[in-house]
């Protein structure tokens, strides 16, 4: 198969515009990334001392919970997914069902 030069651009100009498609939808269009900037957004809202009750009705579920930590700060962490190419993650810590620290990726 002979390819001349001219149809040969086209089919790499094609593959790169399809895949520049590809990235742009993957870090602002997909699911995950619209999930990631809501997220950042609602964070904002939460204050230390909101009841745990009114953080989910802010952020709504968790995507992961970590439960029975011996820590100094909280028995519970909600952790939730952050946008594209954030830092670290949005974190909440809670004890007796109260927020005691927000780690967001600011």
């Given at each position: 198969?002979?390819?001349?030069?001219?149809?040969?651009?086209?089919?790499?100009?094609?593959?790169?515009?399809?895949?520049?498609?590809?990235?742009?939808?993957?870090?602002?269009?997909?699911?995950?990334?619209?999930?990631?900037?809501?997220?950042?957004?609602?964070?904002?809202?939460?204050?230390?001392?909101?009841?745990?009750?009114?953080?989910?009705?802010?952020?709504g579920r968790p995507n992961k919970i970590l439960t029975n930590l011996n820590s100094?700060?909280?028995?519970?962490?909600?952790?939730?997914?952050?946008?594209?190419?954030?830092?670290?993650?949005?974190?909440?810590?809670?004890?007796?069902?109260?927020?005691?620290?927000?780690?967001?990726?600011?």
């Amino acid at each position: 198969m002979n390819f001349s030069k001219k149809s040969l651009l086209v089919i790499l100009f094609v593959l790169a515009l399809l895949s520049v498609t590809v990235i742009l939808w993957k870090v602002s269009l997909s699911p995950l990334a619209i999930e990631g900037r809501e997220n950042e957004r609602n964070a904002k809202k939460i204050e230390i001392g909101f009841s745990k009750n009114e953080l989910i009705s802010i952020m709504g579920r968790p995507n992961k919970i970590l439960t029975n930590l011996n820590s100094e700060i909280s028995d519970t962490i909600y952790f939730y997914r952050p946008g594209f190419a954030a830092a670290s993650g949005i974190d909440f810590y809670i004890e007796n069902d109260t927020v005691v620290f927000i780690g967001l990726n600011e």
